[in-house]
């Protein structure tokens, strides 16, 4: 037997899959699981119709570049597009500050590359983006929690963690951070926050990774544009890297994200996308860069909206219904998630074998933590299963999280 090990880098060696992506490959494999582990956009929702006509009137061959290798920096007339959406954000950019993206996950993956040697400390938020935490361990760096609060990432403590870093002698790089509706939370930063987050990295003199997949999918019925208006838009300094997406809204299928970052720095994430992938795929930036471009992408997101505001008070509704105060969370004001907490002594680790028995998985909230804590929580993802899904995949739930309070008494007070 061949010990494959030893020509692995250490990188690799301590590479872990991905607890979302585990749970995603289980839903396919079992047909009647009920899944709230990832958070994939309701293909009910795609403009298939249209996707049908642009890919149709794309494929004809008359246009060769359709097909062709294109710059590594992405297909301008999409990044003109994207300074349009930015535009609306108050975010002002220029065309040599973006670059199109094959999903925000590269650009995630770019920015540690570009930023981080091995020891270097990059700030996250307790919990985080599972795909953040991966992407920023592969360079090496240290990962270092800040807690959250309820408008978002707790500053005294960033500037308490600050201090203590720099203080045992670690160079910090940056904090990323997801400030509307953040995966998994689903938490809002408030737009104090926002502003004193600024101030901070300014004083700090450190930039500021801001990711924003969710930010258009604001529900009406607790959040408004004005509430998700962006760390960048405000950023005068230029210490705001931007990270946004059309997965969320448009389709994943296409892979199709967008970064914007100081000059200088970008010419830099341009020089290492080159030795990933040389070029986002062009087939796809057409047929994005068309549904913007017709007016698909702005006229569907009232709808869109909607849709996944109603998904959210289904699932919020049934909780109430089978588990009282057993279960508490934050009301998700836009995005996909659902931040559930169990009374302190259940592990949502030990429940999943159990959840599975029953058909319905999630993630459990230890994926998003990089102390060890969150074993009491799980991430519920409402935005796939039907409205009938949900209310089912609640009631198993459910008979779970009962089985896990009846085998594990908390201890009674005297």
């Known amino acids: 037997m061949i010990d494959y090990d030893r020509f692995l880098s250490k990188a690799a060696l301590k590479s872990q899959g991905s607890a979302i992506r585990k749970m995603g490959v289980m839903a396919v494999r079992m047909p009647d699981m009920i ?104 360079t090496g760096a240290a990962l270092v929690g800040v807690r959250q609060e309820a408008d978002g990432i707790d500053i005294e403590d960033l500037e308490r963690v600050v201090a203590r870093e720099r203080a045992a002698g670690r160079t910090i790089r940056c904090l ?106 062009t087939l796809d930036q057409h047929v994005i860069y068309q549904a913007y471009r017709r007016g698909i992408l702005t006229s569907r997101l009232p709808m869109l909206r909607k849709f996944y505001q109603e998904k959210r008070t289904v699932m919020q509704d049934e909780l109430r219904a089978q588990l009282g105060d057993l279960i508490t969370w934050p009301e998700p004001k836009g995005g996909f998630f659902l931040w559930a907490t169990l009374p302190a002594h259940c592990s949502t680790d030990d429940m999943l074998p159990r959840a599975i028995e029953q058909r319905v998985i999630y993630v459990a909230g230890s994926a998003f933590f990089i102390d060890g804590t969150g074993a009491n929580i799980l991430r519920l993802s409402f935005s796939l299963p039907t409205k009938e899904k949900i209310v089912e995949g609640v009631q198993r739930l459910t008979r779970v999280v009962k089985e896990e309070l009846a085998g594990h008494k908390a201890p009674v007070e005297i």
């Not at 954000?89 to 993206?101: C, M, P």
């Not at 544009?225 to 946004?244: N, Q």
């Open 35 to 138: 899944s709230f582990a990832p958070g994939y956009p309701d293909p009910a929702v795609y403009a298939w119709e249209e996707f049908r006509e642009i890919a149709s009137e794309l494929l004809t061959g008359r246009d060769g570049t359709v097909l062709q290798y294109g710059p590594t920096r992405g297909h301008k007339p999409l990044i003109e597009a994207c300074l349009e959406i930015l535009a609306s954000r108050d975010i002002r950019a220029t065309i040599e500050q973006v670059l199109i993206t094959t999903g925000s996950q590269q650009g995630i993956d770019l920015i540690g590359r570009v930023l981080l040697d091995p020891g270097d400390v990059v700030l996250l938020e307790l919990p985080a983006y599972t795909g953040a935490i991966a992407a920023f361990k592969n």
């Open 176 to 281: 990323y951070l997801v400030p509307n509706f953040q995966n998994p939370t689903g938490l809002l930063l408030s737009l104090e926050k926002r502003k004193r987050l600024l101030d901070w990295a300014s004083r700090a003199n450190l930039l500021i990774v801001e990711d924003d997949p969710y930010g258009a999918l604001y529900f009406e019925d607790t959040a408004t544009s004005g509430d998700t208006r962006p760390l960048k838009a405000d950023d005068g300094e230029g210490r705001v890297i931007y990270l946004s997406s059309f997965s969320k809204t448009l389709a994943p299928g296409f892979r199709v994200a967008w970064m914007v970052a100081p000059e200088p720095i970008a010419s830099k994430l341009d020089l290492f996308k080159q030795t990933q992938d040389l070029m986002t795929p």
